[in-house]
């Protein structure tokens, strides 16, 4: 295989996955903007997450977040899935909505209320059961807002204790992926603020624990291509949520803010053996001024572009500037993958997965945006929340 050949047919393999939630309606605290021809209900999520794996032939799974997409039955939902060529991905917990969590979820210093937020959390494995999902992703909301406020040790030792009770109900099959966030809604102390809180707590739990990388999560300036490759290095790594952040936890589209940090995020996922299907690469984002299809398209094509580029870095040219101490060389061969225009490359791709070259105007010219508009008009509209 000519190297374009491979990097075309790791291109063709790489899934990444779209969260349920972003095909709702979502704002800011100040106001939401909602949209018309929004899923009322998570069919209709399915369905619009659907015409994005038509256009990209990337995006074959969907990730749920319990209880805004409760239904009664979810294996049928996993056929509705099935039905139009998708499958449920990971399942995301909600612990953080329901006023008994003002204090915490899993961390709350009143037992009844951990075991609330566990018995959620196990419910969530069970809905997993039914979907054929393979990870839980847990996002905690947890933290104190003031010193003193509560004991930031015990709060770890909770934490570990509802790790390990939901741990030890994943089948053999099935993951952990934990979150960390710096801060927000907490604003003293989070309880899984960074990657070596989260670390050490997968650690301790085993094989089956993971950490996940939100890249809107971090202090400003975090060098987050080193955290995914000391991640990688110690297996541990369990996805990403994608998206691009100018300021905080910002969820705009992925690769909108800083490519560049996306091209060398992905270099590491490639440089550490990232791409063999073991690190989900899922978005979440929220869409609130912008279409929300087509945001999820781009994002989609933002992360195949800085994965072409990753794919194409001169990795021989590279390891020997390297071993030469040639500072400007070695730098030159990254940046000459982050220069180059994958655009053509990413065209022929799709042309040989029997797709059009360009999905922005595909989805134009589809009549889909004005079909949802048509159709779905009374009911509520689906929500970041809902
Ligand atoms: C809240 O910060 C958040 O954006 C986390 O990133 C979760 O992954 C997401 O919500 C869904 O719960
Ligand atoms: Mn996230
Ligand atoms: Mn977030």
Same mark, same amino acid.
């Given at each position: ?15 990444v996955?779209t969260p349920s939630w972003a095909y709702g309606n979502s704002g800011t605290r100040f106001k939401v903007f909602a949209q018309q021809g929004v899923p ?5 999520k399915?369905?619009d997450a659907?015409k994005v794996?038509?256009l990209t !032939?990337?995006a ?14 979810? *294996?049928?939902? *996993?056929?509705?899935? =099935? ?22 979820? $899993? ?33 905690? @909301? ?5 010193? !003193? ?18 741990? +030890? ?9 934990? =979150? ?5 809604? &907490?604003?003293?102390?989070?309880? $899984? ?19 996940? $990388?939100?890249t809107g999560?971090? &202090?400003?300036?975090?060098?987050? +291509?080193?955290?995914? &490759?000391?991640?990688?290095?110690? !297996? ?5 949520d994608f998206n691009s952040r100018f300021y905080?936890d910002d969820d705009l589209m992925v690769g909108a803010a800083d490519p560049?940090?996306l ?20 978005l979440d984002q929220c869409h609130n001024v912008e279409s929300k299809i087509p945001a999820i398209v781009r994002s989609v094509m933002n992360v195949?572009e800085?994965?072409?580029? @990753? ?8 390891? @020997? ?8 060389? *070695? ?27 360009d999905p922005m105007a595909a989805y134009a010219r589809s009549?889909w945006a004005e079909?949802i508009v *048509?159709?779905r008009?009374?009911? =509520?509209q689906a929500g970041w929340g809902?």
């Amino acid at each position: 295989m000519t190297e374009r050949a491979a990097v075309k047919a790791a291109l063709k393999t790489q899934a990444v996955e779209t969260p349920s939630w972003a095909y709702g309606n979502s704002g800011t605290r100040f106001k939401v903007f909602a949209q018309q021809g929004v899923p009322r209900d998570p069919r209709e999520k399915l369905d619009d997450a659907a015409k994005v794996h038509e256009l990209t !032939g990337v995006a074959p799974t969907v990730a749920l977040h319990i209880p805004w997409d409760t239904v009664d039955d979810y *294996a049928a939902l *996993a056929r509705h899935a =099935e039905d139009r060529g998708l499958r449920l991905g990971a399942i995301n917990s909600n612990t953080f909505q329901d006023d008994d969590y003002r204090l915490g979820s $899993v961390c709350h210093p009143d037992a009844s209320v951990r075991r609330k937020a566990v018995d959620h959390l196990l419910e969530c494995v069970d809905i997993m059961d039914a979907t054929g999902s393979k990870d839980l992703k847990l996002w905690f @909301a947890d933290g104190t807002n003031y010193p !003193g406020q509560d004991d930031i040790r015990a709060r770890q030792d909770r934490l570990a204790e509802a790790l390990a009770e939901v741990y +030890e109900r994943l089948g053999d099959d099935q993951r952990m992926l934990l =979150e960390y966030k710096l801060f927000e809604p &907490a604003f003293y102390t989070t309880d $899984v603020p960074d990657w070596g809180t989260a670390y050490a707590h997968c650690l301790r739990l085993g094989p089956k624990a993971r950490v996940v $990388v939100d890249t809107g999560h971090h &202090a400003p300036g975090t060098n987050i +291509e080193f955290i995914v &490759a000391t991640l990688l290095r110690e !297996g541990k790594l369990g996805g990403f949520d994608f998206n691009s952040r100018f300021y905080a936890d910002d969820d705009l589209m992925v690769g909108a803010a800083d490519p560049f940090q996306l091209f060398r995020i992905m270099y590491e996922v490639v440089r550490g053996g990232g791409m063999s299907g073991d690190v989900a690469f899922m978005l979440d984002q929220c869409h609130n001024v912008e279409s929300k299809i087509p945001a999820i398209v781009r994002s989609v094509m933002n992360v195949q572009e800085a994965t072409a580029k @990753a794919l194409s870095v001169d990795r021989d040219a590279l390891r @020997a500037a390297q071993r030469d101490g040639d500072v400007l060389g *070695a730098n030159s061969v990254l940046m000459d993958a982050f220069s180059t225009d994958v655009r053509p490359l990413l065209r022929e791709v799709r042309e040989e997965m029997g797709l059009d070259p360009d999905p922005m105007a595909a989805y134009a010219r589809s009549g889909w945006a004005e079909k949802i508009v *048509a159709e779905r008009v009374g009911g =509520e509209q689906a929500g970041w929340g809902a």
